[in-house]
Nanobody, 121 residues
């Protein structure tokens, strides 16, 4: 089982920056892909950015050029550096991960509890 705990959200003015962190803990063989999603009230969850264990990245079109995803495999941690924040970036941001729990190659998917990011004028 994997628990994902996000931190770093908060209130920031438009044009500012925040860095989100997500730490995976629990009992597992390894963490594979990690990523960030966001969800505004009553909206579908949207991919912000993802990164494989080997470092291959996908960045959502709406944040490309502004957000950077990175990870520290030794710490089982993924980061999201958010720059040039806009009001439309206001959302709950969720960490996600795929993990092999047993070591036999079966992959499960996990979500964090979410962290609120609010961008004000």
């Amino acid at each position: 089982q994997v628990q994902l705990v996000e931190s770093g959200g908060g209130l920031v003015q438009a044009g500012g920056s925040l860095r989100l962190s997500c730490v995976a803990s629990g009992t597992f063989f390894r963490i594979n892909d990690m990523g960030w999603y966001r969800q505004a009230p009553e909206n579908e969850r949207e991919l912000v950015a993802s990164i494989t264990k080997g470092g291959s990245m996908k960045i959502g079109d709406s944040v490309k050029g502004r957000f950077i995803i990175s990870r520290d495999n030794a710490k089982n941690t993924v980061y999201l550096q958010m720059n040039s924040l806009k009001r439309e970036d206001t959302d709950v941001y969720y960490c996600a991960a795929s993990a092999d729990i047993s070591g036999w190659g079966t992959e499960d998917h996990y979500w964090g509890q979410g962290t609120q990011v609010t961008v004000s004028s």
